[in-house]
């Protein structure tokens, strides 16, 4: 059974720092994208960062380009994200999810992602 488990997500001030994590199991991830998505209330799910599980570029939504680091520890099978000078803009709920496409061209479309993790909330007060 594959699942994807978030966590590292809490309540945190502008201008402030939080890491998500993604636990990844149940089967091998290797020719995998890794993607971090979120979604604020009455928003729809945005793009957010991905990476290929086997390393290489890294792609960003240029709202948080510059703040955000994605990244792959192959030995934990885990997925990270990075998130600094947080802004209140920031606050949603954070889901990482895994696929198998041409990440160059698609990563940012949710429907071809086949995993989710089930949600992490990041709240940023101004």
């Not at 510059?66 to 192959?74: A, E, Q, V």
Request: positive net charge; aromatic residues 12%.
């Amino acid at each position: 059974q594959v699942q994807l488990v978030e966590s590292g997500g809490g309540l945190v001030q502008a201008g402030g720092s939080l890491r998500l994590s993604c636990a990844a199991s149940g089967r091998t991830f290797s020719s995998y994208v890794m993607g971090w998505f979120r979604q604020a209330p009455g928003k729809e799910r945005e793009f957010v960062a991905a990476i290929s599980w086997s390393g290489g570029s890294t792609y960003y939504a240029d709202s948080v380009k510059g703040r955000f680091t994605i990244s792959i520890h192959n030995d934990k099978n885990t997925a990270y994200l990075q998130m600094n000078s947080l802004k209140p803009e920031d606050t949603a709920v954070y889901y990482c999810a895994a696929g198998r496409f041409n990440i160059v061209v698609s990563r940012t479309r949710p429907r071809l992602y086949d995993y989710w993790g089930q949600g992490t909330q990041v709240t940023v007060s101004s």
